[in-house]
């Protein structure tokens, strides 16, 4: 128990002091007024030469004793609806307090009076809000993540299909195909439909991760360098740099990583400008891993919408890295820096 529930007084308390003060107060106007009628009658007889049997003067008696009783008594119901008047009207702020709960209305706050059974009822009804109220947010909160989610995974899977798309459309293009070209496009396209499976059972497990320990994590951000590399060295002037990456240990989710260089990928052929130089830097700064890249922008520049997808899939990757994603672009330069915290 607190100290302010200790010194809480009770309502009962609270109306049975303003009775008595109300019936004090009543009584003490009461014989105020028998005692000043009974003198102020005596006086009136005594100047008019007005003489009263014992008769008489009880029959004046009892009517200045019944005045008396009636102003006093109505006295006493305005002093005391004076008094309680205000708890009354404390209640109906605490009913309209529910009535806004029920209505849907989290936000509203009743405003705390006094000291007794009612403040503790209020103080209750606003904690019942604002929990109510955050729980609603949280709601709302876990309900955008998730479509959020959706949205990027959805894009994040048209990468790898338009890439299967793309290998099986060259099949059926070219008239003679070697055994070799034959089983470097396979691998590719089951390579991407592993990305398509993992992706989608990440959708379906609502974005759950699966983190694996590496004891030289170098060894792996140098592999994806390089996978970056020969995606795209047939088409685009490369520059390409993993030799900056000290030798670490970290837990990370390959498959998210995947997703970045993918993503990073998927942008630079659809906007990169290919006469021009496209850059990868993978670095470590202050225990941080740095993935830098950069290009010029084709004549035209993206669709906001497509382009911003690819990003906010980086960025809530970075996020789970406890990281950052940092964009600096202008209508013929792009340049992105993703910084890796927490690994």
């Known amino acids: 128990m607190t100290e302010n529930e200790k010194k809480r007084r009770k309502l009962l308390f609270e109306i049975l002091l303003f009775v008595g003060i109300c019936f004090a107060l009543s009584l003490v106007l009461y014989v105020f007024l028998v005692t000043v009628g009974s003198l102020l009658i005596q006086e ?52 309209a307090g529910v009535d806004a709960i ?45 479509e959020e989610l959706i949205r990027t995974l959805s894009h994040d899977i048209r990468t790898p299909l338009t890439s299967i798309m793309s290998y099986t459309e060259l099949l059926c293009k070219q008239e003679t195909v070697t055994e070799a070209e034959q089983r ?26 699966e983190l694996e320990f590496f004891a030289d994590a170098r060894l792996l951000f140098a592999q994806l360098a390089d996978e970056f590399e020969s995606e795209l060295e047939d088409t685009f002037d490369l520059a390409v740099s993993s030799s900056e990456v000290p030798a670490f240990a970290g837990s990370f989710d390959v498959g998210e990583l995947r997703r970045i260089f993918d993503n990073l990928m998927t942008n630079i052929r659809k906007y990169a400008d290919p006469a021009e130089k496209v850059t990868l830097s993978v670095s470590g700064a202050q225990e941080s891993l740095v993935i830098r890249q950069s290009n010029a922008v ?46």
């Open 44 to 95: 009136y007889c005594l100047t008019n030469d007005i003489y009263l049997d014992e008769f008489e003067w009880y029959h004046v008696d009892n009517i200045i004793r019944s005045a008396g009783f009636a102003v006093s008594a109505l006295f006493f119901m305005i002093l005391f609806f004076a008094l309680f008047g205000e708890r009354l009207a404390y209640v109906r702020k605490i009913t």
């Open 102 to 146: 029920r209505g849907g209305n989290y936000g509203n706050q009743v405003e705390l009076r006094g000291n007794n059974e009612l403040t503790e009822l209020a103080e209750a009804i606003n904690y019942l809000s604002e929990s109510e109220q955050r729980i609603k947010e949280k709601e709302k909160r876990l309900n955008a993540e998730k």
């Open 184 to 209: 470097a496009y396979l691998a590719l396209v089951a390579k991407k439909t592993a990305q398509i499976k993992e992706l989608t059972d990440i959708l379906l497990d609502g974005g759950r991760r």
């Open 298 to 343: 084709r004549k035209g520049g993206p669709p906001a919408e497509s382009y911003r997808m690819g990003l906010n899939s980086i960025r809530r990757i970075a996020q789970n890295y406890g990281g950052e994603v940092v964009v600096t672009e202008t209508a013929a330069w792009f340049e992105i820096t993703v910084t890796l915290s927490d690994f």
